[in-house]
């Protein structure tokens, strides 16, 4: 089936610094999709992208869904504490709505 | 508006027992997904319902099963627990198909 392969796992970064964050796939996506999930709680949906190419922010977040349609990347700029979370990417499993295949997460920690 | 409620919040079962679980979708909403959550498998799609029909389903076993109600509230059921069912089961619900997906907070789940 599809995999979404995710990197780096884990990040510890000072607050202020920027990250970066990417997701690749061996089979191409229609959509990408960026989470966060805080401890204890379900994942929140950061950025949707629907068209190769296409660069969208969200506040100090940016993400990028990839011209071959197999990879994304997500930037966080001037990190601050409630930054901190797990991070993942995912796409529709063969192109289906509401079944989504999830990167294995890339964990933030930001040391204050 | 309130948000996708998920009960119990913690459960602790034993082998062979058997679990359900409960899904409350945002009102209006008429898509509910399942998702387990474990630390070696990560987030897995389990089965998609709207309109009492099940859409989807992802690749578990047959002693997971789910179904849908009028209200589009939603259960799931686990029979014949095993150990490796001990995970965090998120539901997340949409407005229709091919929508963003709003996830609960999880219920987890202990299998001992």
């Known amino acids: 089936g599809q995999q979404l392969n995710q990197s780096p796992q884990s990040m510890f970064i000072q607050e202020g610094e920027d990250v970066s964050m990417n997701c690749t796939s061996s089979?191409?996506?229609?959509?990408w999709l960026w989470y966060k999930q805080d401890p204890g709680e379900g994942p929140v949906l950061l950025i949707a992208?629907?068209?190769?190419?296409e660069l969208t922010s969200n506040g100090r977040l940016t993400a990028q869904f990839g011209i071959t349609r197999k990879d994304s990347f997500l930037n966080i700029s001037a990190s601050i504490p409630s930054d901190v979370g797990i991070y993942f990417c995912?796409?529709?499993?063969?192109?289906?709505?509401?079944?989504?295949?999830f990167g294995g997460g890339t964990r933030l920690m930001v040391k204050p | 508006k309130a948000g996708v409620t998920q009960t119990p919040r913690y459960l602790i079962k034993t082998r062979g027992q058997q679990v359900t679980l409960s899904c409350s979708p945002i009102?209006?909403?008429?898509?509910v997904s399942w998702y387990q959550q474990t630390p070696g498998q990560g987030l897995q799609f389990l089965f998609e319902?709207?309109?009492?029909?099940?859409?989807n389903k992802g690749n578990f076993p047959g002693r997971f099963s789910g179904r849908q109600f009028s209200n589009s509230r939603s259960e799931m059921n686990v029979s014949t627990l095993e150990l490796g069912d001990s995970a965090l089961y998120l539901c997340?619900?949409?407005?229709?198909?091919?929508?963003?997906?709003?996830f609960g907070s999880g219920t987890q789940l202990s299998v001992l």
């Open positions: 992208l629907y068209k190769a190419g």
């Open positions: 319902y709207f309109s009492e029909t099940q859409r």
């Open positions: 009102s209006g909403h008429r898509s």
């Open positions: 997340a619900s949409s407005l229709t198909v091919n929508e963003k997906l709003f």
């Open positions: 089979s191409i996506f229609n959509t």
């Open positions: 995912a796409g529709p499993s063969n192109n289906a709505g509401n079944m989504l295949t």
